[in-house]
């Protein structure tokens, strides 16, 4: 078991719920901490500062999600092998507890999240249910806000989580390393790669044919 680690997990546990010496964590708190409402609506980020009990990890952040009323905070602790382990909170009026089928408990695991495919999208660093869930919302148009890559070349989409840095992603169908930031609005319709193939070809075939039409204008029949 990485000591490192589980001294994180002992610290985001006393900061969450207090101990002897000070209470825990409110929701309000966490506010503060983010900068919420100045910031946005969220998600919004805050990474805890060093101490001698983090010094195992590369870091611990706190994600809030404002406008969630099922999930609001996820803690995010990097080892120094880079994985990232996910922990999963909400606030009850009084106290943190853990929304019913997600992961909140503070102790290590083996838990490393790469690239998940569900139907014609890509979700990167969620938990399997995680994706679904997103899925099944960008799916009915709910998932309003959430952050993706589009791939200009294939139309390929990947939504992916806060811990990631989007910037070090390549598309997973066809490895074009220049994606465009997006947020998902509700409003887009994700477009079959043969039918923006098709666009293609039909606009180089009005290119040519008006190429075409201008030779013969300056060279003649």
Known sequence: MDPGLEAAFRYVERLLYGDMERPGLTLYDLERLVGYPARGDGPLAYTLPRTQSLAGVQGVRLYYYPKDPLLQLIVEIEDLEGRKHLRHFRWNGFSWEVPEGKRGELKSTEEVLGLIQVGEDYFLGFPREEALELEEGVRKGEA???????C????????????????EV??????????LFKTFSGLEVAKDPLEALADEQRALRRLLEELLAYLKRKLGP
């Open 144 to 150: 309003l806000g959430a952050k993706y890559l589009l």
């Open 152 to 167: 200009p070349r294939c139309a390929a989409r990947v939504f992916y989580a806060p811990s990631v840095r989007p910037s």
């Open 170 to 179: 390549a598309c997973p169908r066809c490895g074009n390393t220049t994606l």
